[in-house]
């Protein structure tokens, strides 16, 4: 099946910018929909943004104007690029995967994905 590995997460402080990765273990074809999602402690896990393609993209509202999701087909690898990081960011961040999709703008509903990774930490300081 498709494994997917998260990379990137760290602790910055209020302000800050990181880049995560995520690499999916196929390369038989191009997985149709990908995304991040996150969860913080004793929360319920969330959408961030999720691509079809970089122009077909969709953001949670917590994420518009400071994220922009992207991927690299040839690669199989999706990133999520984080801007203006604030403590509200603190989560861990999961790199799912759908093997369709149904709509012409991808889904922000986890139900809808496949394939999980196991989360790389992300910890944003006041």
């Known amino acids: 099946q498709v494994h997917l590995v998260e990379s990137g997460g760290g602790s910055v402080q209020t302000g800050g910018s990181l880049r995560l990765s995520c690499a999916a273990s196929?390369?038989?074809?191009?997985?149709?929909?990908m995304g991040w999602f996150r969860q913080a402690p004793g929360k319920e896990r969330e959408a961030v943004a999720t691509?079809?393609?970089?122009?077909?993209?969709t953001y949670a509202n917590s994420a518009k104007g400071r994220f922009t999701i992207s991927r690299d087909n040839a690669r199989n690898t999706l990133y999520l690029q984080m801007n203006s990081l604030k403590p509200e960011d603190t989560a861990m961040y999961y790199c799912?995967?759908?093997?369709?999709?149904?709509?012409?703008?991808?889904?922000?509903?986890?139900?809808?994905?496949?394939?999980w990774g196991q989360g790389t930490q992300v910890t944003v300081s006041s």
């Open positions: 196929t390369y038989t074809y191009i997985l149709p929909c």
């Open positions: 799912a995967a759908a093997r369709t999709s149904r709509g012409f703008l991808p889904s922000l509903s986890q139900n809808d994905y496949d394939y």
């Open positions: 691509a079809i393609t970089n122009s077909r993209t």
